[in-house]
């Protein structure tokens, strides 16, 4: 079994800045993080590959620094690690990262057949959670998101079944196999590199791919030209200038601190009993 991890190493969300004039964010002198959400993702590969064995691959889109945050992962167990970049690449949007992901994708499987994909739900410092379903749409690949188990997989079969975290309550799904994985937060603890691993990761020469290594022959699909996405304004959401309140009541009891709270609202607002009376 081939299993690709996509990665993004991202800012850390505490220190990130905007630039003033093209709205996008400014990495230089931010320290830099595995996307969290990724490592969810990972986490769930290599306990796949410790029951049913095979291949861990691990692929990110960045600039040459993001190496750092490959050899991460191989600390953390996964087997080889390609980094895609090229200044070709820079000022990409989601359109046109997942399909400079899924182009470096198709490449990695001339190699070996890639039986699953999986990326994290989202980055943390875009939020969209897309590049995940636009890679599985340009590679044709059933599509699993917000995944918080995973149940059961038959490789003779190629089937897999997982548990789906939905709006009103949890879905079982089956599907086959080739498919994309998107895994829900807080679905498992990432495990502690070992030293074994850690000093591979040392040692371990990351590939390196370009634009024309990942497959890409149209660069008005990459970077800047093939990103629509237009940002007309980033800006932080104004702080509450208005302190919360503090309500005393005679006990702890919750219907004292019920009636003393509903007093509160129809006094702030005397309007507040005439319009419930009418509806």
């Not at 918080?148 to 548990?163: F, G, H, P, S, Y």
Request: aromatic share 4%; proline share 5%.
């Amino acid at each position: 079994m081939h299993i690709v991890v996509c990665i993004k190493q991202v800012p850390d969300s505490a220190q990130i800045r905007v630039h003033p004039v093209t709205n996008t964010i400014m990495r230089q002198g931010v320290p830099a993080i595995v996307n969290p959400y990724d490592l969810f993702s990972l986490e769930a590969a290599l306990r796949l590959k410790d029951v049913h064995g095979g291949r861990i691959t691990v692929i990110s889109m960045g600039p040459p620094q993001a190496e750092i945050a490959l050899k991460k992962c191989i600390a953390y167990g996964a087997d080889e690690a390609i980094l895609v970049t090229d200044r070709a690449f820079a000022g990409a949007d989601t359109l046109a990262t997942s399909f400079a992901l899924a182009q470096a994708i198709r490449q990695i499987e001339k190699d070996m057949k890639v039986d699953m994909v999986f990326a994290g739900k989202q980055t943390i410092d875009g939020d969209t959670a897309q590049v995940g379903p636009g890679i599985a749409k340009r590679l044709n690949l059933q599509l699993l998101t917000y995944v918080a188990q995973i149940d059961a997989i038959d490789l003779e079969k190629n089937t897999i079944q997982v548990r789906r975290r939905a709006e009103n309550g949890v879905q079982v799904l089956q599907t086959r196999l080739p498919c994309l994985i998107t895994m829900l937060e807080g679905s498992n603890d990432m495990r502690y590199a070992t030293m074994e691993n850690m000093f591979r990761a040392a040692r371990y020469a990351t590939k390196i791919w370009n634009k024309d290594a990942a497959g890409i022959e149209d660069v008005n699909k990459i970077g800047l030209k093939g990103s629509p996405t237009l940002v007309s304004k980033v800006f932080a959401p104004k702080p509450l200038a208005r302190r919360a309140d503090i309500i005393d009541t005679e006990s702890n009891d919750p219907r004292d601190i019920a009636l003393t709270l509903v007093n509160k609202l129809f006094t702030q607002h005397p309007k507040l009993h005439d319009s419930l009376r009418s509806h």
